[in-house]
């Protein structure tokens, strides 16, 4: 039997992804009213994490609880991971346990290794490649407040990371149209100029400019700490505010995967503004990826 695992937005097909988004939002309703749904008794899903998180890790562990099943939090410093044991070693060993694997890491490629070898899904908990089950609630998020996102015009403004790449393969999953507005020589890595739906700019006003959804994310991403104050200076023209808010469509909402940086990439205005949908965005981690566990393992 094929493993499915979720390395990238694109391990899922088009069809599955949009079932799943309206699924995340079923599970939703039934927490509201409730109801139990518990079809991962006995189940444990391993969460192998060397960067820290909050939303992460509290949506997976207590998405679990709501299935019934377990979970075993792993940080370098309490596996053999952190002393040096072979990445594909510990993943044969660990996955000949348990059901599932979320990896957070720096390096995607060590990721692939892992998955390479696993007897078991691998979903990926953020990588400085990409950033998928983000996407999976940012999807599902805007599908509750406005509908579908096909055809919708999405604005990136800021760093070419892991979740600018993210927002790429979103536009080619669910069809929106993506301008991304980044710093010179900023080029995300995914980024192909046979994108057609996807355009590059250095400009904010012009990625923002009737925008449905506006997005952004910190200056520096785990791993770039070294470079904050340096880029701070590169990216200070990048700033979601108000004023570059305006020139989004009127009802637009703005997201952030969070943790935010109040005064650098947003201001608390816009954080606190109405267009804001960052907390409900927060929460339909849990849902997203509990659709998402169903999905790999039920
Ligand atoms: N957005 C997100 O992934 O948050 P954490 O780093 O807190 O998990
Ligand atoms: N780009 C950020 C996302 C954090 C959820 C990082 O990789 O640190």
């Known amino acids: 039997m094929n493993i499915k695992h979720f390395i990238t937005l694109l391990d899922i097909e088009k069809n599955d992804l949009k079932n799943l988004v309206n699924r995340a939002i079923e599970l939703k309703n039934m927490v509201k009213k409730n109801i139990v749904y518990t079809p991962l008794q006995n189940k444990t899903l391993a969460l192998v ?7 992460t890790r509290v949506s997976f562990e207590v998405g679990m609880t709501h299935f019934g099943g377990n979970t075993l939090f792993l940080s370098p410093r309490d596996t053999q991971l952190g002393r040096g044991e072979p990445i594909e070693d510990t993943a044969r060993v660990i996955s000949s ?3 599932c694997i979320v990896i957070r890491t720096h390096k995607h490629e060590d990721l692939l290794k892992f998955s390479s070898v696993s007897k078991v899904p691998v979903i990926n908990g953020l990588t400085e490649l990409v950033h998928p089950c983000q996407l999976l609630a940012d999807m599902m ?7 579908e996102i096909k055809g919708k015009k999405v604005a990136w403004v800021g760093d070419a990371n892991n979740m600018c790449n993210s927002y790429i393969n979103a536009s080619k999953q669910f069809e929106f149209d993506l301008s991304i507005a980044t710093p010179k020589n900023f080029t995300p890595s995914l980024f192909e100029n046979t994108d057609d739906n996807i355009s590059l700019t250095n400009d904010p006003e012009i990625a923002v400019k009737n925008a449905d959804l506006v997005v952004t994310d910190v200056w520096a991403s785990m791993g770039d700490e070294d470079k904050e104050e340096e880029r701070k200076k590169i990216f200070k023209t990048l700033q979601v505010n108000k004023d570059l808010m305006s020139l989004a469509n009127t009802d637009a909402i703005f997201m952030h995967c969070l943790p935010a940086h109040r005064g650098e990439e947003v201001t608390e205005e816009v954080l606190n503004s109405s267009a804001s949908v960052i907390w409900q965005e927060a929460e339909n981690r849990l849902h997203a990826q509990k659709a998402l566990l169903e999905y790999l393992l039920v």
């Open 49 to 55: 994490f060397d960067k820290s998180s909050t939303r």
């Open 97 to 99: 346990m348990v059901d």
């Open 141 to 147: 998020t805007y599908q509750e407040l406005k509908g």
